[in-house]
């Protein structure tokens, strides 16, 4: 089906389209509704004979960079960050026990309910459909709470309803993802007082097309679907399994189960998901709730009975006053941003886009879900058999190009010497490894005297080769340390060395990104958020990138740790030191033993303590 999305501007493509219906709401002449593709998605499509080319459509979208309402502040009280972080959870237990984590969308609900409003949100249909719905009573309320993994439509007619709910003075509360929350801001083109917007920390959306087509996979003969739940918590709120409920008996499936291992592992989502434009902290709602995931490493007593912990961000002083009328129904215990970007790192950054989300949708319209299921693998395979065939995709890839692989296999037989630890982890973390994501052939050499700590749930992608441990000297005896903490993530985008004696480490949680060039020895990088290095950097010795400042000064309400950018072609110095939040800009050259606190323009040479520009246009 050919789709006119949006044809002026052109940045407003069908990869960015995030199916909000916005446009197709605010269209007077009803030109453009909203279909689904081959994959299920709904996107709009315009009817030339009827548009009129009044431009409100792309005022209303919210992907599009010219449009002026939809992406600018709710309030002029939000900020860049959250206003405050709390763990919360609903007080009345069965409430807590129905919910997906903590409650508060209940809560946050029934305070606006009990002032007269209406509260819209996402609801299964007859045909298990999901779609906005209003409601007005507390008895409807149960229909709108618990996670649906699933993109939900909102028609042309009901931005219309809270549109007129609105003028007529009446609360209204919007729940959805960020994208709908933006979209009905940008229909409806002011603000209003009596609008209260609440945000879910979303991992993406799936497409209605494959539920439908995992529901009629577990279709039992003569026995109708009565209910799915995607998070009951039957044995905890950690193990939660999806539960479909027919006529005759309920059926409890583990989270690993297909629909939901397509879904956590990226396969399903909409295209517009891996490049989401609301993946940061600066949100479109007064209150932003989500799963307060590793709330406990730092908390334990926000998470001692494994009954669900509800994150929520207050973004806006109305948010905040809307908070406060809800306390006597929540528990509220205050917390850090870190922790919440740590376990929820959607936060901050789009899902990657794994190389079968290519193939997912055409094999969906083809073959029988069982099928599916065994080419994709969505289940949790035995350990032995994925270490099997990890190896067996490795191998077979590294016989296509015999000339190439001698060549290669003699270049890292070079530098992994005799040495046998070196030899194990070249295969450990190439060939045996599952959360090593690699593109080339042997993108990972380690030398000898490395020592290597990887937690389990970190990922490593290898989209070029890193070599560790690089000896200037070939009898050197220096080690080289590496370690990666849990949920971490390290990239490697071109040709990189480090240097014999460096000591590279990424926290829990952290994200460090090397775009080619190398490091030479003694260097020393702390990540505990994110740390990018550009393409073709030249890194000396003993220099000292960090983007924390390690610990906590007390009576301070300063970030201990900020991103660190380093530019395209950028020379450091002889122990040099790059502190936290710091943008340093393409062809910038750091002075030897220079202590850089600020950002540093590009093609600009700083040096000192603390380092400042002393020569402009500055080519090396």
């Not at 060939?431 to 052939?441: A, C, F, M, W, Y």
């Not at 000396?540 to 009576?555: G, K």
């Not at 502190?579 to 750091?590: D, P, Q, S, W």
């Amino acid at each position: 089906m050919k789709k006119n999305i949006l044809s002026s501007p052109p940045s407003v493509t069908l990869e960015a389209c995030s199916g909000c219906g916005a446009c197709a709401g605010i269209c007077p002449q009803d030109s453009i509704t909203m279909q689904p593709d081959d994959e299920g998605f709904l996107y709009p499509v315009t009817d030339a004979h009827i548009c009129t080319d009044c431009g409100l459509c792309r005022q209303a979208c919210p992907v599009n960079p010219q449009e002026t309402f939809a992406n600018t502040t709710a309030s002029e009280s939000r900020g860049s960050t959250p206003l405050s972080v709390f763990a919360s959870w609903h007080l009345d237990e069965q409430i807590r026990r129905d919910s997906s984590s903590g409650g508060v969308f209940t809560a946050i609900s029934e305070d606006i309910l009990a002032k007269g409003g209406t509260v819209v949100g996402a609801a299964f249909d007859d045909q298990f459909a999901v779609r906005h719905i209003l409601i007005k009573t507390s008895e409807d309320l149960h229909r709108l709470r618990g996670s649906k993994y699933v993109q939900s439509e909102v028609s042309q007619s009901l931005y219309r309803q809270v549109r007129d709910y609105l003028k007529q003075g009446c609360p209204v509360l919007f729940s959805g993802t960020p994208c709908q929350v933006a979209g009905l801001r940008g229909f409806l083109q002011q603000p209003y007082e009596n609008l209260f917007c609440c945000d879910i920390v979303c991992h993406g959306v799936p497409s209605p097309r494959l539920l439908a087509s995992y529901i009629y996979a577990n279709q039992k003969s003569d026995n109708g679907l009565k209910k799915v739940s995607f998070r009951d918590k039957r044995d905890g709120w950690k193990n939660s399994c999806t539960r479909l409920t027919w006529q005759q008996e309920e059926q409890y499936i583990t989270q690993s189960e297909a629909y939901m291992a397509a879904f956590m592992r990226n396969y399903s989502l909409r295209p517009s998901c891996y490049e989401c434009y609301f993946t940061n902290t600066n949100r479109p709602s007064d209150l932003s709730i989500g799963d307060f995931w590793g709330v406990g490493s730092k908390y334990p007593e926000y998470d001692r009975d494994d009954k669900g912990t509800s994150l929520v961000l207050v973004n806006t002083k109305k948010g905040k006053a809307w908070l406060d009328d809800c306390h006597s129904s929540l528990f509220l215990g205050s917390a850090d941003l870190d922790t919440a970007v740590a376990g929820n790192p959607v936060l901050v950054h789009s899902c990657l886009r794994p190389p079968q989300r290519e193939t997912f949708y055409l094999d969906l319209a083809t073959l029988p879900f069982d099928e599916m299921v065994r080419k994709y693998r969505l289940y949790k395979p035995l350990f032995i058999w994925a270490i099997a065939a990890r190896m067996l995709r490795k191998i077979k890839r590294f016989l296509e190009k015999p000339k190439v692989l001698t060549r290669k296999i003699l270049g890292v037989c070079r530098r992994l010497q005799f040495c046998s630890s070196a030899w194990w982890q070249f295969i450990y973390i190439n060939i045996l490894r599952k959360s090593t994501q690699s593109n080339v052939r042997f993108g990972f050499i380690p030398t000898s005297y490395c020592r290597i700590v990887l937690d389990k749930s970190a990922q490593i992608i290898l989209n070029g080769v890193l070599i560790l441990g690089t000896k200037e000297n070939r009898k050197s005896t220096r080690e080289t340390l590496f370690s990666l903490g849990k949920k971490s993530s390290f990239t490697v985008n071109g040709h990189f060395s480090i240097g014999s004696g460096s000591d590279i480490r990424v926290f829990d949680n952290g994200e460090l990104i090397l775009n080619g060039g190398y490091c030479t020895a003694g260097v020393q990088i702390v990540c505990f958020k994110k740390i990018t290095i550009g393409k073709g950097c030249a890194i000396a010795r003993d220099v000292i990138i960090q983007d924390t400042d390690a610990h906590q000064i007390l009576n301070s309400d300063h970030l201990m740790t900020k991103e660190v950018s380093i530019g395209d072609h950028v020379w450091i110095g002889n122990r040099a030191i790059i502190m936290k939040g710091l943008t340093i800009g393409n062809g910038a050259v750091i002075a030897a033993g220079s202590i850089v606190t600020k950002d540093v323009p590009g093609k600009c040479l700083v040096a000192g303590v603390p380092a400042k520009v002393i020569r402009e246009n500055v080519e090396w």
